[in-house]
């Protein structure tokens, strides 16, 4: 039985039906050519029996490759008439006698394949002008093909980073410290995944990456249990970044139950679309009942409303470095900011103020009554015990009873 064709496939299908009907011919099809195999891919035939999707054979015994090569011409009207023609398998089973072919090339000067139309009786019709119309036809082919063989070769180049990034047990997860603004005294830290630098690409895009191609969900959950691993050796609460749908897994309970929950403050962007709130609430509500905290990150960034942060009544509201920087200098978004920390502590939540770069702006937003900051006027990512240049230095030692306490859930 055929496997469904995908949408590509079936445009494929209908220039090989064009292909099949004007020249007359019994079969048409589009080849894939790895340098060693030659895949049939999409077949209209007439005899499906003898063509069939997905057939493979070896590449230098094709009619496609001989013509590739110069071997054979790229029109054949008589296979017969070309000792080179007859040597090869595809000359006695199926019996092929007529033949066309053209390469598929990509716009980037790849050759993809081939796209072919074979009899299997001569043909003394077949012209030139035939090819010229395989052509054409190869030309919206490829025109077709191409976004799909682009994304397959983006999913084999993300899955050649990321698989050894999983292998090796997810990524280097380093802390970022969270202070009291009021007492300048470290209350926890933050763990922030770091991929190699050779990338050039942000956490969180590696992270969409990783989802794209199936491998989110682990990577995620890898990157959790790393940053569980620091609370063995800081004090103070470690926030943890989550996505929703990854919050959802079976697997996200059962690691977060094996924790401190009293020391775990659980991050959910602001962007972060939740499918279902109820469903979040469930998996949320005992974890939340042991004593870990939700934060809501990115607070302010762009113009997402404020419904994810009604629906989840966080503890904590992160707010975005958009918002603080320079808002020493800035009234309006000193007057953002207050508003921000009225409704944060009006729904009984902590406010953090994330990206504080200066003492100016940290001065500014104690004025503001932001409650805790976060930024690398307090120090920049690095794995505890270390500062950002490799030198070590005390690991904080903030008792969890002189920290400010969050407001719980209610």
Not at 106 to 115: Q, R, V
Request: glycine share 8%.
């Amino acid at each position: 039985m055929r496997k469904r064709r995908s949408d590509a496939e079936q445009q494929v299908a209908e220039l090989l039906r064009t292909a099949k009907e004007s020249l007359q011919l019994s079969v048409a099809f589009l080849t894939r050519m790895d340098g060693t195999t030659q895949h049939l891919e999409v077949v209209e035939s007439s005899v499906p029996f003898l063509f069939q999707e997905g057939n493979r054979q070896q590449q230098e015994t094709t009619f496609c490759q001989a013509i590739l090569d110069g071997k054979l011409p790229a029109v054949i009207p008589d296979v017969r008439r070309h000792p080179a023609a007859m040597e090869l398998p595809a000359a006695r089973l199926p019996r092929i006698r007529s033949y066309v072919s053209v390469p598929v090339v990509l716009s980037d000067g790849e050759l993809y394949g081939t796209f072919c139309a074979a009899g299997l009786t001569t043909d003394k019709g077949l012209t030139q002008r035939d090819r010229s119309l395989m052509t054409v036809l190869a030309s919206a082919a490829a025109v077709v093909i191409e976004p799909g063989v682009r994304e397959e070769a983006r999913r084999r180049e993300v899955l050649s980073r990321l698989e050894p990034v999983v292998a090796d047990g997810g990524p280097v997860v380093v802390l970022q410290p969270i202070v009291d603004l009021a007492t300048g005294r470290q209350v926890g830290s933050e763990a922030l995944s770091r991929f190699p630098a050779a990338w050039a690409k942000a956490p969180d895009v590696v992270f969409e990456e990783a989802h794209s191609v199936g491998l989110g969900h682990q990577l995620e959950l890898l990157a959790l249990r790393r940053a569980a691993d620091h609370l063995t050796v800081v004090e103070g609460y470690v926030a943890m970044n989550i996505s929703p749908a990854t919050l959802l897994l079976p697997e996200f309970t059962a690691l977060l139950r094996q924790l401190p929950l009293d020391r775990v403050l659980l991050e959910l962007s602001e962007h972060d679309q939740v499918a279902d709130y109820a469903d979040l609430a469930a998996v949320l509500a005992p974890l939340r009942a042991g004593g870990m905290r939700l934060a809501i990150d990115d607070v302010g960034a762009g113009y997402s409303s404020l419904r994810h942060i009604v629906l989840t009544a966080p503890d904590v509201l992160k707010m975005d470095r958009s918002v603080v920087s320079g808002v020493d200098g800035d009234p309006v978004l000193a007057k953002l900011v207050a508003s921000l920390v009225e409704f944060g502590h009006g729904c009984g939540a902590t406010v953090v103020a994330e990206g504080v770069e200066t003492a100016a702006e940290a001065a500014a937003l104690q004025e503001l009554q932001v409650d805790f900051g976060q930024g690398w006027l307090f120090g920049r990512p690095a794995h505890p015990g270390t500062s950002a240049t490799g030198a070590a230095v005390p690991v904080a030692r903030t008792p969890l009873d002189d920290v400010r306490p969050l407001a719980s859930a209610g």
